[in-house]
């Protein structure tokens, strides 16, 4: 009996032990199959997210095939051009026709590199010297694209110039076809240099005057600067001015560097029988041309161009005294914000309110006043000072302003 008792929980033992080991067996299953089912669940998640990436990856190939493809079409374009013009009977035939006139306008210079550079290349000494005087002729006021072109194309003939911020593309921007109307043409006072810095010009300080030629050559070593100190004796002067401003909208904008009013077309200058239209005028503070080495309060410079591209520019000297009523309409409508032009709702403006009923006048060779300082623009400052009150000077936003005046060279100023 005590044996078979024995047994019996032996027995008892032993099936105790297999039921634990089986439920173990049973739990260790259950949760292998768990963590496997997790795992899973992570590698699905992880397919779907590659899938997704996947089809956008895709469809960038897909869109930058299309551009590839515009781009190689674009490269035939010019391929067929440049082959086109290669054998150098067109730039040949431009030459001759060009030279035999007695002067350029700065498009046709450009143009004139622009064919240099499909026929000879961007290597070409005389493609660079082509767009580099093209820079040179350049009238900023109202030459942009020019400006731009001229600029790009030396860039990518690796020399080092000055890019001006309008002239850099912004990715996704469409042509700008807008051209700043600023004597010296900036739109700002920002420009890029090959290096990628920002360029700036101003009127004191590491960006004064004095500084300009570093990176404008022509305000340095050019020989017909503007302003002058307009001191006699004087030569008789041949040119007889008339004028014919017209009443228009006031398109006002403060450029960073002057008030300046741009101007609609139909307001002309005559100089003897040559006519210019009127593209705006701005003004300098104090009057940028010295008269017996004394400057005015203000001077306001109209800035002309004929057609074949010629620069006049009239110099109103403008005096302390008595409240003018035309600044005041200007000055009542300054604008809001540096840098747009500003349209005020039915104000209308007539330029002839700011001259002298008198045009004579002392006349002189100069330069712009602003950088480049591009040489070749006559400029013809009134005898007749127009006053304007101290309250109004005070107004004008800009303390200084002027450019100092400049060394005759030789020049000779005349008068009438």
Known sequence: MVMKKYLRIALEVLLAVLLVAALGLAYWSFAGKKHVVHDLAELTEQLEEAQESLEKAMEEVQTSKEKVDRLEFQRHEADAIKAA?????????????????????????????????LTKGA???????????SLEMAEWSSRLQTVCAAQNALLAAGKKVEILSECQRKPGAKEDSGHGKQEGGKKDSHAKKGGGHDVHWGYDGDHGPEHWGDNFPVCAKGKKQSPLNIVGPFEKSKDALSV???????KIINNGHTIQVNVEPGSTLTVNKEEYDLLQFHFHRPSEEQVDGKNSAMVAHFVHKSKAGKLAVIGVLLNEGKENAAIKTLWNNLPPKEGEEHVPPKVKFDPSAMLPQSLSHYAYEGSLTTPPCTEGVNFYILKTQVDLSKAQVAKFPFKLNARPVQSLNGRKISAN
């Open 244 to 250: 014919s401003y017209k009443e228009g909208p006031l």
């Open 123 to 133: 290597d070409d000494p005389e493609t660079v010297e082509a767009f580099q005087k």
């Open 85 to 117: 013009f290669a054998n150098g009977v067109v730039l040949q035939d431009i030459e001759t026709l060009y030279k035999a006139q007695k002067s350029l306008t700065t498009e046709r210079q450009l143009g004139l590199a622009a064919m240099r550079l």
